[in-house]
Structure formats: C-alpha cells, structure tokens
C-alpha cells in the first residue's frame, strides 16, 4: 500500500517568513495529493490540492509543487501569519474503484511574533 | 450546504455500552469515509461506501460496525469498545470514489471509552 512520509515534524517560523514543508510517498500509482489543515480540536480542511498532470499550483501565499520522478511534493507558505499557526498534513491518493486517502505524519507549524 | 455534519460532537461511554455516531451531508457525494485520529497522529481510514456501498474495510475490528442507510448518511456503531478506542472520530465525504477530488471532513466526535 500507499506510504507518505512528511518532514519536517515541527517547524518554527517567524511572521514574514516562508514555510516549506516536504512529503515522500511510496506508490508510482498515486496521482492526486491534498494538503489539509487542522488547527487544535478542529477539523482537518482542505487548503490546497495538485493532481499528477500539473508541476506546481499557487493559490495566494500557498504554493505545491510536485515531483513524479521523486515522488515528492511540498507546500511552500510565504509571508506566514500567526493564524497559519497549525498541524499540516500532507496526503495521497490514486484512482481506483474506491478512493483511499493516506496521510502523513504531520507537521507542527508555530508562527512567531 | 457544504458542511459534513457529526453527532454527537462528544460522547462517553462504557465498555459494555452500544452507541452509534452519525453523519450527515447534503452536497450529492458518493463516497463517505470513517477515519479514526488519535492525538498527535494523522487521521487512520476505516471504512469506505462508495454509492452506498462498502468498499474498504481497513481490517477494522468487529466492534466497529459501519452503515450507510442511504446517499446522504453514514452511520458508526459501536458495541464493547476498549479504552484504547478513544478518539476523535472522523466521517468525510467527496464527491465520486474513484475520482481524485479533496475530501470534505466533519468535524468530529471525541469518544472517550471508560
């Protein structure tokens, strides 16, 4: 099965500052990967998505780029701001008759004042 | 309606007790999915209906029992849980199984088994 490894597990940011965080997976089938947010004893929410036909996405001060060759994938955040403060997973998926999500193992992101 | 609606939002109970979470969605998706998380780890997927229908099992013990009554709801029936069983318990939805679209996540029940 799928595995998807996320690095790294804390990270500490000043406000302004850029985020970048990187995920492998296992599986060449794997073709779509979302990257969810999820702040303290909320839901896990969708921020950001990027199928296997596209390089990178921009959606404002989110970014993803992925690498089919190196099954790797990243989320860049830049001009970080204490509400971006969150646990982010990563995740992958592929096409098949059921559609299975695996997650990473998550990372802490602390944005500082 | 967007939204993925879990109840309870919290619940407490026995080990000898039977309880059922539900979860309700109103945006016409097909695939509905139970995931498990404990504190500081990634969402666990348990089960997958795809038009209404179990796909995925992911060896999830019997005292776990999902059903999906119809397209809009999606049911968590829980009989002998352990301690270990507590945690916060995610149902999600998207809109077609095998398409590769993001999932749509409710916001949970808190179990906690005594």
């Known amino acids: 099965g799928e595995n998807v490894e996320q690095h790294p597990s804390t990270l500490s940011v000043q406000e302004g500052d850029s985020a970048v965080i990187k995920c492998t997976y296992s599986d060449s089938a794997s073709n779509y990967f979302p990257w969810y947010k999820q702040e303290l004893g909320k839901r896990p929410q969708l921020i950001i998505d990027?199928?296997?036909?596209?390089g990178e996405k921009k959606d404002q001060r989110i970014a993803v780029t992925l690498n089919k060759t190196a099954k790797h994938f990243s989320l860049h955040i830049t001009e970080t701001q204490p509400e971006d403060s969150a646990v982010y997973f990563c995740?992958?998926?592929?096409?098949?008759?059921?559609?299975?999500?695996?997650f990473g193992t998550g990372t802490r992101l602390q944005v500082t004042l | 309606d967007t939204e993925v609606t879990q109840t309870p939002k919290h619940l407490v109970m026995g080990m000898t007790n039977k309880k059922s979470l539900k979860c309700e969605q109103h945006m016409g998706h097909r695939a509905m999915y139970w995931y498990k998380q404990k504190a500081k780890k990634p969402p666990e997927l348990m089960f997958v209906y795809s038009y209404e229908k179990l796909s995925i099992n992911e060896s999830v013990p019997s005292r776990f029992s999902p059903e999906c009554p119809n397209s809009s709801l999606l049911n968590l029936h829980l009989h002998a849980l352990q301690p270990e069983d507590s945690a916060l318990y995610l149902c999600a939805s998207s809109p077609f199984s095998g398409q590769n679209y993001g999932y749509t996540f409710g916001s949970g029940t808190r179990l906690t088994v005594v």
């Open positions: 995740a992958a998926s592929n096409t098949g008759t059921a559609s299975k999500l695996t």
């Open positions: 990027i199928r296997s036909n596209v």
